[in-house]
């Protein structure tokens, strides 16, 4: 319990039924469902006459479920939450993130926190930190080559693990442009690690001269911008398509000027719902941008088949034993790394595991 002149803050028990509950109870009229499978830190502020004043959670590096009584919205009790809970995340972490309504932009912008994106009218997403998108910026024009002389295609890819669909997307965007830029997603969040997948790619695109691997960081298809991606969700709701949203508008304002990024190209999907939400955002909110969307039929097994290739088939053939199966999904270059890097066997068990849809 920590106090101070007006409030105090108290620690609920997230394993209790009672605790969560009221935590429910008070967020429900607020507009927020409290789901405290998606926190691992809450707290809640009291008068000190034990009247709840707001409450507010994190998970990771994410503020979350942050929200204030209408009659305590005068005092300084929003600051109070907020600053604990970023103190907190900021004693493990060089950056902090909300998810939030926009008509609470300019509450947090007021202690600090800096937007990065919004898709109205239902959320938006500030950060705060001793790192920025500014940073990643600076890394962006690192990475950018001397020569480039005109615009540039971009592709994002988890890669979990890279397939012959990706390597066959990768290859067209490489002949139809001057340069092409993979963004591989960054968060630890898939049954292969990102170095791992980072080096797959590389070790499947290799042969092209035209093609540069960037790392997706905070800002490409990641935990602070679209958490619902790692999710299994096979009816993606609002969130989910704001979420979508969030990410593509930061894409467009603040990653393709920096390296002359005019299109973007993606996979046709089939199986997964939230990443068919996404490829519905971008082919809608892109051209508005100035950037074309170029969707690209999935490559099938065996063509005429109908049977597309996709990384859950290589994540089920690795689960269930079926290496034979891998010839007709893997290019060479990852059968090879898995052969020579990974052991199969413990990827088998976490894949049994794993959560992830992706």
């Given at each position: 319990?920590?106090?101070?002149?007006?409030?105090?803050?108290?620690?609920?028990?997230?394993?209790?039924?009672?605790?969560?509950?009221?935590?429910?109870?008070?967020?429900?009229?607020?507009?927020?469902?409290?789901?405290?499978?998606?926190?691992?830190?809450?707290?809640?502020?009291?008068?000190?006459?034990?009247?709840?004043?707001?409450?507010?959670?994190c998970k990771?590096?994410?503020?979350?479920?942050?929200?204030?009584?209408?009659?305590?919205?005068?005092?300084?009790?929003?600051?109070?939450?907020?600053?604990?809970?970023?103190?907190?995340?900021?004693?493990?972490?060089?950056?902090?993130?909300?998810?939030?309504?926009?008509?609470?932009?300019?509450?947090?912008?007021?202690?600090?926190?800096?937007?990065?994106?919004?898709?109205?009218?239902?959320?938006?997403?500030?950060?705060?930190?001793?790192?920025?998108?500014?940073?990643?910026?600076?890394?962006?024009?690192?990475?950018?080559?001397?020569?480039?002389?005109?615009?540039?295609?971009?592709?994002?890819?988890?890669?979990?693990?890279?397939t012959l669909?990706?390597?066959?997307?990768?290859?067209?965007?490489?002949?139809?442009?001057?340069?092409?830029?993979?963004?591989?997603?960054?968060?630890?969040?898939?049954?292969?690690?990102?170095?791992?997948?980072?080096?797959?790619?590389?070790?499947?695109?290799?042969?092209?001269?035209?093609?540069?691997?960037v790392k997706?960081?905070?800002?490409?298809?990641?935990?602070?911008?679209?958490?619902?991606?790692?999710?299994?969700?096979?009816?993606?709701?609002?969130?989910?398509?704001?979420?979508?949203?969030?990410?593509?508008?930061?894409?467009?304002?603040?990653?393709?000027?920096?390296?002359?990024?005019?299109?973007?190209?993606?996979?046709?999907?089939?199986?997964?719902?939230?990443?068919?939400?996404?490829?519905?955002?971008?082919?809608?909110?892109?051209?508005?941008?100035?950037?074309?969307?170029?969707?690209?039929?999935?490559?099938?097994?065996?063509?005429?088949?109908?049977?597309?290739?996709?990384?859950?088939?290589?994540?089920?053939?690795?689960?269930?034993?079926?290496?034979?199966?891998?010839?007709?999904?893997?290019?060479?270059?990852?059968?090879?790394?898995?052969?020579?890097?990974?052991?199969?066997?413990?990827?088998?068990?976490?894949?049994?595991?794993?959560?992830?849809?992706?």
């Amino acid at each position: 319990m920590i106090e101070n002149s007006d409030f105090r803050i108290e620690e609920p028990d997230l394993s209790s039924r009672f605790d969560v509950e009221l935590i429910r109870r008070f967020l429900s009229p607020l507009g927020f469902y409290f789901d405290e499978s998606l926190v691992d830190y809450c707290i809640i502020l009291y008068t000190l006459n034990d009247d709840i004043v707001g409450v507010g959670s994190c998970k990771g590096k994410i503020l979350k479920y942050v929200a204030v009584a209408p009659r305590f919205r005068e005092s300084g009790a929003f600051a109070h939450i907020v600053s604990h809970l970023t103190e907190r995340v900021m004693s493990n972490n060089r950056q902090a993130f909300v998810f939030t309504r926009p008509e609470n932009i300019t509450r947090f912008e007021g202690i600090g926190y800096r937007q990065l994106a919004t898709a109205q009218p239902l959320i938006s997403v500030l950060e705060f930190g001793y790192q920025s998108i500014d940073d990643y910026k600076q890394y962006l024009k690192s990475i950018k080559p001397g020569n480039q002389q005109g615009k540039a295609a971009s592709i994002v890819i988890n890669g979990n693990p890279f397939t012959l669909g990706h390597q066959y997307l990768v290859e067209k965007a490489a002949r139809e442009n001057e340069q092409v830029y993979v963004f591989v997603v960054q968060a630890e969040k898939s049954a292969f690690s990102f170095a791992d997948r980072h080096e797959m790619i590389r070790l499947g695109t290799q042969h092209l001269p035209n093609v540069v691997l960037v790392k997706g960081g905070e800002y490409i298809v990641s935990c602070a911008t679209f958490p619902n991606y790692f999710l299994k969700n096979e009816n993606p709701d609002a969130i989910t398509q704001k979420q979508a949203e969030l990410d593509i508008e930061i894409f467009v304002s603040h990653i393709a000027p920096v390296l002359g990024i005019n299109k973007r190209y993606v996979g046709t999907e089939n199986y997964c719902a939230t990443t068919a939400f996404y490829n519905k955002a971008m082919k809608a909110i892109l051209p508005n941008k100035g950037i074309e969307c170029c969707e690209v039929q999935r490559l099938e097994k065996d063509s005429g088949s109908g049977e597309f290739i996709s990384a859950s088939k290589v994540r089920a053939a690795i689960k269930n034993n079926n290496v034979a199966e891998l010839q007709y999904l893997l290019p060479e270059t990852t059968i090879q790394y898995l052969q020579d890097k990974m052991d199969l066997m413990s990827i088998r068990t976490r894949l049994s595991t794993a959560d992830s849809r992706h």
